[in-house]
């Protein structure tokens, strides 16, 4: 079965036409969910951040653990994070240019289906020509309301997506409702720079019309809300959150 019919049976409301590179299951564009997003929506921010991501796969690899090498490998390898052993369904939630969908891919092999999910036209169309993989599927999404049905989604990587949502809490619940009970997800967010440096973040953040993380905030949320082995690591500027859905 191609992946494109397996997506489409994970659908709630399957589109009417299903012919193109990915499926847009985004009714319209959203109205601009801040500066940074608009940044992602645009050819040249993809481009950039595409470029960006390449730097660190190409490094992560050979950085020693004194200069951060764990969390960096942390970062990229998500298929490890989650477990993944072969034959899984995973949602790829912003995928962004398709860096770690390549992952993702290599991993559930070509028994498992992999969902590579992003709100941005130019980081798809980044992700479809990058990421030839037939275990792979693209589709434009909303991460405040998840196309999936409830408990299709055995595993999910979410980096660098939740400060851009315009509500944290239903985010987490969609993410919640979508992944099988029990089912691990990696998580990436921006965070807070530490001591006297965090007004600066705050400053930048406020004008990006983005958010940013302090330790614990993104993991305290979760555990209330029945996310359960929570656990929070520093990546400099990033906080890696990795958890199991509730129930």
């Known amino acids: 079965m191609s992946a494109r019919r397996r997506l489409l049976e994970l659908l709630a409301h399957p589109p009417s036409d299903t012919t193109g590179p990915w499926l847009d299951l985004v009714a319209g564009r959203p109205g601009s969910r801040g500066r940074v997003q608009d940044v992602w929506q645009s050819e040249g921010g993809a481009s950039g951040y595409d470029g960006l991501l390449a730097v660190g796969d190409r490094l992560e690899g050979v950085v020693p653990d004194l200069l951060g090498g764990r969390n960096l490998r942390a970062f990229y390898r998500v298929d490890e994070r989650l477990g993944l052993v072969g034959g899984e369904t995973v949602l790829d ?4 240019p398709g860096t770690l969908t390549r992952r993702l891919a290599r991993a559930v092999g ?3 289906l992999v969902i590579a999910a992003d ?3 130019p980081m798809l169309a980044r992700a479809a020509r990058s990421t030839p993989y037939a275990c792979v599927d ?5 991460a405040m309301d998840l196309p999936l049905r409830d408990a299709t989604v055995d595993a ?6 939740l400060h851009l949502v315009p509500d944290l809490g239903t985010a987490l619940e969609e993410m919640a409702r979508v992944l099988r009970p029990g ?3 990696a998580i990436a967010v921006p965070a807070h720079a530490p001591g006297p440096l965090r007004p600066l973040t705050e ?3 406020r004008f990006g019309q983005a958010r940013l993380f302090g330790p614990g905030d993104l993991s305290g949320e979760m555990r209330s809300r029945g996310w359960t082995g929570v656990a929070e690591r520093s990546l400099g500027g990033l906080r890696l959150v990795d958890a199991r859905a509730p129930g």
């Open 203 to 205: 400053t930048l953040a």
């Open 183 to 185: 089912g691990p997800v």
């Open 119 to 121: 709100l941005s036209v």
């Open 156 to 161: 999910m990587s979410c980096s660098l997506c």
């Open 138 to 142: 693209f589709a434009r999404v909303d």
């Open 93 to 96: 939630l912003a995928c962004g």
């Open 110 to 112: 070509r028994d498992g």
